[in-house]
Nanobody, 118 residues
Framework: QVQLAESGGGLVQAGDSLRLSCAASGRTFRRYTMGWFRQAPGKEREFVAAINWSSGNTYYSNSVKGRFTISRDSAKNTVYLQMNSLKPEDTAVYYC???????????WGQGTQVTVSS
């Protein structure tokens, strides 16, 4: 099992930037895919971005491509989500998740709130 702890959320204005962090512990992550998801009020949780820990390959949803960047720091066991040009529709609770097998997201953090005002 992997323990995940998100941080960095907050209240910002449209057009601002924010960086989320996800500190991971409990296992080695070289074979993991790490991801970010978000859930807005009244909506289902949706995929935002993912990164393969060993290769560094990244994946993004169309709604954030070109604005958000996912990265990882192997020395710190931390995954980041740099969010630029934020929009009110980016308002949500953002969750970090770990996929150890390539088939399912098994471990989740507690979430961090991001609110973007217009």
């Amino acid at each position: 099992q992997v323990q995940l702890a998100e941080s960095g959320g907050g209240l910002v204005q449209a057009g601002d930037s924010l960086r989320l962090s996800c500190a991971a512990s409990g296992r080695t992550f070289r074979r993991y895919t790490m991801g970010w998801f978000r859930q807005a009020p009244g909506k289902e949780r949706e995929f935002v971005a993912a990164i393969n820990w060993s290769s560094g390959n990244t994946y993004y949803s169309n709604s954030v491509k070109g604005r958000f960047t996912i990265s990882r720091d192997s020395a710190k066991n931390t995954v980041y989500l740099q969010m630029n040009s934020l929009k009110p529709e980016d308002t949500a609770v953002y969750y970090c998740a770990a996929n150890p097998s390539g088939s399912s997201w098994e471990d989740w953090g507690q979430g961090t709130q991001v609110t973007v005002s217009s």
